[in-house]
């Protein structure tokens, strides 16, 4: 069965240094990978997905990720960080080799951008 | 194009009760998941509807239940209400339900269980 980790439950960065927010998974096959954000009181809104191609994979606000076939992993990162950044990151995964297609969601990562 | 709207947006019941809960996709979206999310489990995944039909189901007791009408729309329902399902509700839509489509969520149903 597919699963994601997310092994930091806060990320604290000063704004105008880069940040990087970390996700891993585990597929039987190969991976469908998405980044979500939730800033308070909203539902989560999409940032950017891998499915195949290049590894680096540029998204909205900034944000851009790295696949990681080896190592498994899919952080999230930007160059330069802003107080706006400040949010809920969730990371995705959906394994298109298995039967049980539905996306699993990491359990979050609180970042911080400290001004 | 509007985004995805849920109603209602807070919600305060007693234990035993039921709740319905109601979500409008995207329009031209056919696809409709609904999330469970608190801050200690997370964002749990409770079914994805596509053309009115179940695709998937989380593991969530039966007291959970949902559907989606002819024109996408979906519903939830939670029967028997428990003080561990305060949550917040969460629908997604997308265009399909293929691997690469993601999801557009609304802003959720704040559900306090007393």
């Known amino acids: 069965a597919q699963s994601v980790a997310q092994p930091e439950d806060q990320v604290n960065v000063a704004e105008g240094n880069p940040l990087t927010v970390k996700c891993t998974y585990s597929?039987?096959?190969?991976?469908?990978l998405f980044w979500y954000v939730q800033y308070p009181n909203r539902g989560l809104q999409f940032l950017l997905k891998?499915?195949?191609?290049?590894?680096l994979v540029k998204g909205s606000y900034g944000f851009e990720a790295e696949f990681n076939k080896s190592q498994t992993s899919f952080h999230l990162k930007k160059p330069s960080a802003l107080v706006s950044d400040s949010a809920l990151y969730f990371c995705?995964?959906?394994?298109?080799?298995?039967?049980?297609?539905?996306?699993?969601f990491g359990k979050g990562t609180r970042l911080h951008i400290l001004p | 194009k509007a985004g995805v709207t849920q109603t209602p947006r807070y919600l305060i019941k007693t234990r035993g009760q039921q709740v319905t809960l109601s979500c409008s996709p995207i329009?031209?979206?056919?696809?409709v998941s609904w999330y469970q999310q608190t801050p200690g489990q997370g964002l749990q995944f409770l079914f994805e509807?596509?053309?009115?039909?179940?695709?998937n189901k989380g593991n969530f007791p039966g007291r959970f239940s949902g559907r989606q009408f002819s024109n996408s729309r979906s519903e939830m329902n939670v029967s028997t209400l428990e003080l561990g399902d305060s949550a917040l509700y969460l629908c997604?839509?997308?265009?399909?339900?293929?691997?690469?489509?993601?999801?557009?969520f609304g802003p959720g149903t704040r559900l306090t269980v007393t």
């Open positions: 997604a839509s997308s265009r399909g339900t293929g691997d690469s489509y993601e999801q557009y």
């Open positions: 597929v039987s096959g190969n991976p469908y």
């Open positions: 891998y499915i195949t191609g290049d590894n």
């Open positions: 995705a995964v959906r394994d298109t080799e298995s039967r049980d297609d539905k996306i699993i």
């Open positions: 329009s031209g979206h056919r696809s």
């Open positions: 509807y596509f053309s009115e039909t179940q695709r």
